[in-house]
């Protein structure tokens, strides 16, 4: 059996055994995410099967959140790209970027649990990519497919004044004093995702044939405002819903 020396210090801290682990590293070695997340391994074509409906936190509550790490492959994503791509050019005249999906996804997967979203139903999302140089603002994404979110997205369009957005998604050269500028004095979000990796995260595009990695880390932040066993599923939600892509072309 094969297992990295930080997974094999992992499963002895958790008492888990390593042999009832399926290993994604090279010629399956258990590695240091299929301790954390032993249930998000990816079976046939990128789809994912959970023995338990939710992930736990990985690192102690900080400023507020808990805190979700996790890696998802998008092989998935690559495999469907061509005929989406046909799709979004006839509607969008563009193709979608890999942020398009993760935007849709963790909106989705935020509001597959209602209880935390105000009377109005509005979810508002703000968008750091390139680094934190281009900056978008979403208003009521939960009703929007992800054809209009790339519409959205791709027109760019200045962050409106009083603008209080209930998820972040930045990556990982986004600074903290970037997102508080946008963010009013009193207020944080609900949810933040923080793509980690400086690999570029528009190397996945519909149809296209170069990307960097098909690897995915990330960092989702739940607001403790929320009971754990809620924020829990919903983590679990969103690396479901990354594992399946298809599904994210769906409003509903």
């Known amino acids: 059996m094969l297992i990295s020396p930080l997974a094999r210090k992992l499963c002895a801290q958790k008492g888990i055994d390593p ?3 399926r ?6 070695r258990i590695m240091a995410r299929d301790v954390t997340t032993p249930s998000a391994a990816p079976t046939r074509r990128g789809q994912t099967t959970y023995g338990d409906p939710s992930t736990p936190p990985t690192r102690p509550q900080k400023d507020g959140y808990y805190v979700y ?7 998935a994503l690559h495999e469907i790209s061509m005929p989406i791509a046909v799709q979004c050019e006839k509607l969008l005249e563009h193709r979608y970027s890999l942020f398009d999906y993760i935007v849709r996804a963790v909106v989705k997967a935020c509001c597959s649990s209602t209880e935390w979203i105000d009377p109005t139903g509005e979810v508002n999302v703000l968008l750091f990519e390139e680094e934190g140089k ?3 603002a979403i208003p009521d994404a939960r009703s929007k ?3 209009r979110l790339a519409r959205e997205l791709q027109q760019n369009t200045p962050v409106p004044a009083g603008f209080t957005p209930h998820i972040v998604i930045c990556d990982a050269a986004t600074t903290r004093q970037q997102v508080a500028d946008h963010l009013a004095a009193d207020k ?3 949810f933040a995702l923080l793509v980690r990796g400086r ?3 528009v190397g996945i595009r519909a149809g296209g044939s170069s990307f960097s990695s098909l690897e995915l880390p990330y960092t989702f932040y739940a607001s403790t405002t929320l009971p754990e066993a809620q924020a829990n599923r919903i983590a679990a939600t969103l690396q479901s819903l990354l594992y399946s892509p298809v599904s994210l072309l769906l409003l509903n």
Do not use: E, F, H, W
């Not at 790490?69 to 092989?75: E, F, G, R, Y």
């Open 19 to 21: 042999a009832q682990l």
């Open 23 to 28: 290993g994604t590293g090279p010629r399956g």
């Open 69 to 75: 790490d996790a890696t998802v492959n998008m092989k």
């Open 134 to 136: 281009k900056i978008a």
């Open 145 to 147: 497919t992800i054809y």
């Open 188 to 190: 944080r979000p609900g």
């Open 199 to 201: 690999s570029p995260k």
